[in-house]
Each structure stands twice: as C-alpha cells, then as structure tokens.
C-alpha cells in the first residue's frame, strides 16, 4: 500500500484533504492551513474548492493571500457550533470581544476579522477544537502549569487533552487511510463527485 507521503507527493487534491480529515469527518471543528496560491496551484484550488461542496456540513473562509501562500480556515459547522455552542467558551470569547449574542457567523466574523489584523488570535485555539483549559493557559489567563506538548500546549490535567489529541488523530488517520483506499481504486479524479461522498460515510 502506498504511504500517505506517496499520495501527497503526486496529488495536491488528496493530500490537502488528508490533513484537514479529521474535520472532513465532523469530529474536529476545524482547521487553518496555508496552502499554494501561485498560478500553477490556481487550478488545484479550484479542484478542492469543488471536494469540499460535496462534504456534508463543511465551509471554508480564505484569510489572505500572500506570498505565494493562501491561508485557509476550513471548518465543519456542524462541530463548530457544538464546541462554541458552550458556556465557558462564550464567555471566554465575549471576554475577547466577541458578540454579546452567539451566532455561528458572527463568532465567524469576529475570528475572521482579527486573522486579518495585526495581531495573531490564539484563541482561535477554541475554533480548532483545543480544551477551553489549554488555550486560557496559553494565553495567560489560568494559574494552571504546561505540563506537556502533543499537538498543543496542555495545561493542567493531561487527560482530556491527551483524549482530545488522540480522537483527532485517529480520526485524521482513517480518513488518510479512505483516501489512499479510494486512489489505489482508480478514482482519484472522482474525490469531487458524489461518488466520494458516498463513500466517506464509512468513517
């Protein structure tokens, strides 16, 4: 069986949607990657922009272009609304100056417009699907210790950190694993059709 580094290296398409797979399957809220933005990658984009129609729930706002580069935050709304849909988060958030009344969109917006801004947000933490814990401890506003980095930093109890990370990964893994399957069968150029997204259903 070819490796995942193997589909990467001969198709932009497949491996694009191999790193956000966790959030492809609604089990992580979502991602922000860069990815190439030059005149040889332009028809590429147009590729994945069309997979990700076909992929139940899913969006994707681009932040920037720059450099070569196009900053990209993919996301699952349906997960997305489910971790920020919470309490503590909201009024984590509100702290930030998010809105007063919660909206998908609106939090959406808010995120949008600080990525665009000059100063990074890392709370954005939270959007990605990290513990509220960990992104206040990141951030400074908990007294709570780092006490290990798997994908991010962890403060405090490892534990629910460490079940976090590993669901995603895992997640991320198999539907790695459904990609490879579904290009060893001849139909990598289908990845956008319905055909495809009958098929992920498996995860």
């Not at 509220?132 to 980095?149: A, H, I, N, T």
């Amino acid at each position: 069986m070819n490796s995942t580094y193997d589909t990467c290296a001969n198709d932009y398409l497949t491996c694009l949607l191999g790193r956000i797979g966790a959030t492809l399957a609604g089990v992580k809220p979502a991602e922000l990657i860069n990815v190439s933005s030059g005149d040889d990658a332009f028809g590429q984009w147009q590729h994945v922009k069309a997979a990700i129609k076909n992929f139940h729930d899913m969006d994707y706002i681009v932040i920037k272009v720059k450099k070569g580069r196009r900053q990209v935050l993919f996301y699952h709304g349906a997960a997305l609304d489910q971790t920020l849909n919470s309490y503590s988060v909201q009024l984590f958030l509100k702290s930030l100056g998010y809105p007063e009344n919660y909206t998908l969109e609106g939090y959406l917006d808010c995120l949008v417009e600080k990525l665009r801004g000059e100063s990074f947000p890392h709370e954005i933490g939270v959007f990605l699907g990290y513990p509220l814990k960990d992104v206040k401890g990141f951030l400074g506003y908990s007294s709570l210790e780092m006490v290990q980095v798997k994908g991010w930093r962890i403060y405090g109890n490892r534990e629910p950190s460490l079940e976090t990370y590993h669901k995603f990964k895992e997640a991320k893994e198999e539907f790695q694993n459904l990609l490879i399957l579904w290009g060893e069968g001849g139909n990598n150029k289908s990845i956008e059709s319905d055909g495809f997204r009958e098929s992920k259903r498996a995860l």
